[in-house]
């Protein structure tokens, strides 16, 4: 788990992480969550169409439903309660990559240590697994693939360290580090990995 319950809490954030599969009534379970009131921002983050009129029927007054999620089927539509549209002000809007000012915002947070990017990283490669990791790209789970381009490996996700290191030291020195900073890839498994690793790029 990237972000912990009590991690949120340590920031005012209540923090819920609910699997709705065997849910009979989600809908339900999630406005409860909510004590009924709806949620102010709901994202979706694939695009299907049960999921898009779910979150539009958890919004709360002057809701919006953030589809960040690109359909490729040019025919792609769901439902909306546009009666919640009208009396309620709910709204929807299309997120889709960011501009200049959106980097530079997100630098600055950055700096302020208020969002921490690596949480997006899910593999770590050397330069050798770039060719078949981009071949392989549409198939590989997770985030952020990182490349370290003059070390010679295997792309290998964070998940995965502990069996691996089970043949190698290196690996399962690396799982200990990740796990040590909340299952994230940080500064300290990234200079162990510098120095420890003899898989080298050849000059």
């Known amino acids: 788990m990237l972000y912990t319950v009590e991690h949120a809490k340590k920031n005012g954030v209540e923090l819920h992480y609910l699997n709705t599969r065997d849910l009979e009534d989600a809908d339900s379970v999630l406005m ?19 999921l898009i009129e779910q979150a539009d ?7 919006c439903l953030n589809f960040f999620a690109g359909p490729e089927r040019t025919d792609f539509t769901a439902s909306l309660n546009f009666y919640n549209v009208h009396y309620a002000s709910t709204h929807i809007v299309g997120t889709s ?4 000012d959106d980097l530079r915002e997100s630098l600055k947070l950055m700096e302020q240590g208020l969002i921490n990017p690596a949480g997006m990283v899910t593999h770590i490669g050397g ?13 590989i789970p997770g985030g952020k693939k990182m490349i370290y381009t003059h070390l010679d490996f295997p792309l290998t996700a964070l998940e995965d360290f502990a069996e691996k290191g089970k043949k190698y030291p290196l690996f399962a020195k690396l799982d200990e580090l990740v796990k040590k900073h909340n299952g994230l890839w940080n500064a300290e498994a990234e200079a162990y990995l510098m120095e420890h690793c003899t ?5």
């Open 127 to 139: 330069l050798s697994s770039v060719p078949q990791t981009v071949i392989d790209l549409p198939k």
């Open 97 to 100: 990559g960011g501009n200049t």
């Open 199 to 203: 898989m080298r790029i050849e000059d």
């Open 32 to 50: 409860e969550l909510s004590n009924g009131e709806g949620y102010d921002d709901v994202f979706v983050m694939a695009p299907v169409k049960a």
């Open 57 to 63: 029927a958890i919004l709360a007054k002057d809701g």
